[in-house]
């Protein structure tokens, strides 16, 4: 049975009906007029073109360097004072990895959006189709994928996939921490989106239009990508910006919690080493080794800047959906 939330989204999306014709003048000149109207979207690639010039400048400026920011041994060991935010180092230094953090923000910059948009696109992709798939076809399809995707949600996903990452760190080197776990993530992830999205493929498989394309000869393939996948977009574009914070959640607490009480919880390493430049991690050590009670002493700067990126990269991806969404018309439809 769907409802709820779900049930929400199959009866938004559907009653979207079949795609609208391009206005007169033409299908580019149709599509630039829509755009200039969608700032939210515009302001999305905005965000997206300046995370991208900032990627290409890193792997171009640090090269082979990219991955092993300079660390000052001083500050590891804790025999010199943190630097706060100066000329030198405009964000400060982490007290406790001994690296620049804005330099350090700058070359996780690409690494980040391989990592998150990988897992981001593995879960989306496998999500969209299977759910589609599942809800146009029905059957044993539909009762296999319902009942894998029910069991995988019953678990909160931060938590599910680092015990399948812990499960499985015997089976690989450190190297390769990071492709299995964007593997391991996007796995626990495809399930909110093939749920939603089969809700919306039930009830789009219903609709009079869709009856007349099978009426007039269309076959399964034809309908799912024709009208049941262009509709289920919706859902879609609703949890890709969730999922964002899922992942750096997952990225930063574990790190935190590790370092913060070694004595009692053995540090979970997602990077393959500390000084590996990554956001959440980035977050995560420094809130570790940067924040204290007493204000005098507390290396704001070492959690503040790692957060602030995120946030960023988060609203980001927000617009990018929200435009989306404006774009295809799921807004003005429902």
Do not use: K
């Amino acid at each position: 049975m769907i409802g709820g939330r779900d049930g929400a989204v199959a009866e938004a999306a559907t009653s979207a009906g079949p795609p609208e014709a391009p206005a007169p003048g033409g299908a580019l000149s149709h599509l630039a007029s829509r755009l200039r109207r969608n700032t939210t979207l515009l302001t999305g690639f905005g965000f997206l073109a300046a995370f991208v010039g900032v990627s290409v400048a890193a792997v171009v400026h640090f090269g082979g360097a990219l991955d092993t920011p300079p660390s000052d041994p001083a500050l590891v060991i804790g025999t010199a004072a943190p630097s706060g935010p100066t000329l030198a180092h405009p964000f400060g230094t982490d007290p406790g990895l001994g690296v620049d953090i804005l330099s350090s923000l700058w070359r996780a910059t690409p690494n980040d959006l391989v990592l998150v948009g990988s897992i981001l696109l593995i879960a989306s992709v496998v999500g969209l189709l299977l759910g589609a798939w599942a809800g146009l076809v029905g059957g044993w399809i539909d009762l296999v994928a319902l009942a894998a995707a029910d069991l995988l949600v019953g678990v909160p996903p931060f938590f599910l996939a680092v015990v399948l990452f812990l499960g499985v760190g015997p089976l690989y080197p450190t190297s390769d921490a990071l492709p299995i776990f964007v593997l391991l993530f996007a796995f626990v992830l495809w399930p909110y989106y093939a749920r939603p999205v089969r809700a919306v493929a039930q009830r789009t498989a219903a609709q009079p239009y869709v009856e007349s394309a099978r009426a007039a000869g269309a076959d399964t393939e034809q309908v799912l990508f024709r009208h049941i996948l262009p509709n289920s977009l919706y859902p879609v574009l609703a949890q890709l910006p969730i999922d964002v914070f899922n992942v750096f959640f997952v990225l930063s607490v574990y790190p935190y919690v590790g370092c913060f009480s070694p004595q009692l919880i053995q540090p979970i390493a997602i990077t393959p080493y500390p000084t590996y430049p990554e956001y959440g991690a980035l977050l995560g050590y420094g809130a570790c080794f940067g924040w204290q009670p007493i204000a005098a002493v507390d290396a704001w700067w070492s959690y503040v800047f790692p957060a602030a990126v995120i946030l960023a990269f988060g609203l980001m991806v927000v617009l990018l959906c929200d435009g989306l969404e404006r774009h295809f018309g799921f807004i003005a439809r429902r």
